[in-house]
């Protein structure tokens, strides 16, 4: 069982906008910035999307944007595009001893 | 561009020592925490822990009796012991860069996938 609780999946028609959720904790989510998100591709290397709960690396698509309130952490999508079909992770740092603690994953079908 | 490749055995049988290698390419060895993560079948994402070219290491409590993370900065390569596996240890298994300046991971590699079996 992943540390932080993420929907197994979400879909949405292209086009539209989509939100994937992460529920932690004050120990994680809520007690600090620190929230990432990273799209995986099959096959492919896992690439960051959004640090620090809503920054986006330089190449990242402005399609992507993060938040947060309290102990959950949102990621959005806008303008869904087919090859945004992918599973996306959260993580965060955690005051725990475990440095870094991930969801368990949310596969997104673009219809 | 920071890129990383991760390699060694796919098969490792129960009791013994998974044994993997990364290799860093386009970044300094120096620059950033050197990482491993893994994914079991079906399942999410553990951190395992981490190493600073200095030596400094960080590793998950759950895993830290069994792991061993070193580098070799002649070699700009990191690696990953993890001893007495059991098939709980079947993951893919990721080399990926803790950022110096947060906790997020900049760069991952593709990903090896490690089966313990007899």
């Known amino acids: 069982q992943s540390a932080l609780t993420q929907p197994a999946s979400v879909s949405g028609s292209p086009g539209q906008s989509i939100t994937i959720s992460c529920t932690g904790t004050?120990?994680?989510?809520?007690?600090?910035?620190?929230v990432s998100w990273y799209q995986h591709h099959p096959d492919k290397a896992p690439k960051l999307l959004i640090y620090?709960?809503?920054h986006r690396p330089s190449g990242v698509s402005n399609r992507f944007s993060g938040s947060k309130s309290g102990n959950t952490a949102s990621l959005t999508i806008s303008g869904l595009q087919a090859e945004d079909e992918a599973d996306y992770y959260c993580?965060?740092?955690?005051?725990?001893?475990?440095?870094?603690?991930f969801g368990g994953g949310t596969k997104l079908t673009v219809l | 561009q920071v890129q990383l490749q991760e390699s060694g055995p796919g098969l490792v049988k129960p009791s013994e020592t998974l044994s993997l290698t990364c290799t860093v390419s386009?970044?300094?060895?120096?620059?950033?925490?050197w990482s491993w993560i893994r994914q079991p079948p079906g399942k999410g994402l553990e951190w395992i822990g981490y190493?600073?070219?200095?030596?400094?290491?960080s590793y998950n409590p759950s895993l830290k009796s069994r792991v061993t993370i070193s580098v070799d900065t002649s070699k700009n390569q990191f690696s990953l012991k993890l001893s007495s596996v059991t098939a709980a240890d079947t993951a893919v298994y990721y080399c990926?860069?803790?950022?110096?300046?947060?906790?997020?991971?900049?760069?991952w590699g593709q990903g090896t996938l490690v089966t313990v079996s007899s």
């Open positions: 386009g970044g300094s060895i120096s620059t950033y925490y």
């Open positions: 993580s965060s740092y955690s005051s725990s001893s475990t440095l870094e603690v």
């Open positions: 990926a860069t803790l950022s110096p300046r947060g906790y997020y991971f900049d760069y």
């Open positions: 620090d709960v809503s």
């Open positions: 004050g120990s994680d989510v809520g007690g600090f910035n620190y």
């Open positions: 190493i600073y070219y200095s030596g400094i290491t």
